[in-house]
């Protein structure tokens, strides 16, 4: 091959079928080299395996293998974005079964946690006061309908977006399998 320029690839040294000293000074016979890689659907698997003779007389065999799941990625990606907007639904829905409860029973709004809570639920409320007349009960309490409906709005818009990134984020079903395997025979 004398026209083609010499690179670190193409020397003899460094191929490991050859009787070479390695870079600890001792010799290694190799007795086979195998590659297989698969791809099935959005799954990559690449297995090597290698058996060789080391200076002692050992045979020993070298395997490695690398799993990459594109599906399982996915799914975990949709694991956790459905998890997250469950979590936040559910502390906005606490958040205004409490607002409901505490304005049923008549709680005091001169208490700072009332006041808080109050103040907290009010922007998720505020949309849907007016569609409905609140009822009074009692001198103290109010049967809020406006907080019932935001509850059951919120619940149907994070159901949505979670039906919505399940579509987006939909595991991809193989439909194609590919297997290729390479077996070298050295000298030992």
Known sequence: MPN?????NNDPRNDPRQNYPNQ???????????????????????????????????QVQQ???????FNQSMINTRYWITSLIYFLLGVLEVVLGLRFLFRLFGASEGSPFIRFLYDL???FVYIFNGIFNDQTIGSTGVFEVSTILAMLIYALIAWGIVSLVRVIF??????RREYISTRRQGRL
């Open 4 to 8: 083609q320029p010499y690179s670190y």
């Open 24 to 58: 600890q000074g001792s010799y290694q016979d190799y007795d086979a080299d195998t590659e297989q890689n698969i791809n099935a659907g959005g799954a990559y698997v690449r297995n090597q395996q290698q058996t060789y003779q080391d200076q002692a007389g050992n």
């Open 63 to 69: 395997r490695r293998e690398v799993y990459r799941d």
């Open 121 to 123: 639920s009010h922007p």
């Open 170 to 175: 939909f595991a991809n079903v193989p439909s």
